[in-house]
């Protein structure tokens, strides 16, 4: 299958490099020096400890798309709508795009407009970043679960999650994917925005009791939001939430590693969302609310 990879840093690269690895025909866009390293060497995969180097097109220009049966949604959510637009722009309606991106909020916005007959939705699970220009760094085990936006779209999800599995990626595929990017935002709004505002590891936010609690107060906050609206987050995901971390003592999560880089912040998708959200359904999120303000304070800094 032709596939076109938007956005390949550490998630669009190294999805990108294992289904080229399985002998698809892969199109890498990306920009800056990363794209200059990739052009001159190769996408180099660091993952446990394998090294994987792959040829392929690496471009930053969005007309290479044109020809493509899937493409990787795979750019920060501060980028969703303008590379839609430039994905509309070539007039592809057969190219299915499958969003790998954090967040509930970006299915909405990429349906609008690309129309959502056309699209598929990921919860991404996957420890990996650029560790230099041209070089991603990997480990543990990644996992997807994927879902159809329309049932007119079900069985070329199936292809797809195969796609995935030929490429030794773990899929599981389902018929209610938003309710698993709600879980997943869980622990994202729990845990990025205090790490983005603190500095704190996940590690260190779990050990530090007045971290914990205020991670604990925002994890409860995305509930109650999720709740009012019908996604049923209960207890149960409250304890996986914090039980699942302990595995990532020394994580640094994706808005913090953003900061320390410099780079623009998933500040809305990750922490304004819910508390937009919650203002229209008359939720209370005072906890999200102050790292949202301190967030956005920063980000004018930056």
Request: hydrophobic letters at 40%; charged letters at 25%; aromatic letters at 6%.
């Amino acid at each position: 299958m032709k596939i076109a990879v938007a956005g390949a840093g550490a998630v669009g690269g190294y999805f990108g490099a294992l289904l080229k690895k399985a002998g698809h025909d892969v199109v890498f866009l990306a920009r800056g020096k990363h794209l200059e390293a990739m052009k001159k060497s190769g996408l180099v995969v660091k993952t446990n400890d394998q090294l994987l180097t792959i040829d392929g097109v690496f471009t930053d220009k969005i007309e290479d798309f044109a020809d493509c049966e899937l493409i990787l949604f795979c750019v920060k959510s501060t980028d969703t709508e303008s590379t839609a637009e430039q994905i509309a722009s070539l007039r592809n309606d057969r190219a299915v795009v499958l969003t790998l991106q954090n967040g509930v909020d970006n299915e909405e916005k990429l349906a609008q407009i690309l129309g959502g007959k056309r699209l598929l939705s990921a919860a991404t699970y996957l420890s990996s970043h650029v560790e230099e220009p041209g070089v991603i760094k990997h480990s543990g085990r990644a996992k997807l679960v994927i879902g159809a936006l329309d049932e007119s779209l079900i069985s070329f999800r199936d292809k797809v999650a195969d796609l995935f599995r030929q490429a030794e990626i773990f899929v599981k595929t389902t018929d209610d994917i938003m309710l698993d990017k709600w879980k997943k935002l869980l622990w994202n709004a729990t845990f990025n925005p205090l790490a983005a505002l603190s500095k704190a590891t996940v590690g260190e936010i779990m050990e530090h009791k007045e971290l914990r609690k205020t991670a604990e107060n925002a994890c409860r906050e995305v509930m109650r939001v999720a709740n009012k609206i019908g996604i049923p987050l209960d207890e149960e995901m409250f304890h996986r939430t914090f039980a699942n971390s302990g595995a990532a003592l020394k994580h640094k999560p994706s808005m913090l590693q953003d900061r320390l880089k410099g780079k623009r912040m998933e500040i809305e998708s990750l922490c304004g969302f819910i508390v937009k959200k919650g203002r229209q359904i008359g939720v209370e999120t005072p906890v999200l609310q102050t790292l949202y303000s301190n967030l956005l304070f920063l980000e004018t800094h930056r």
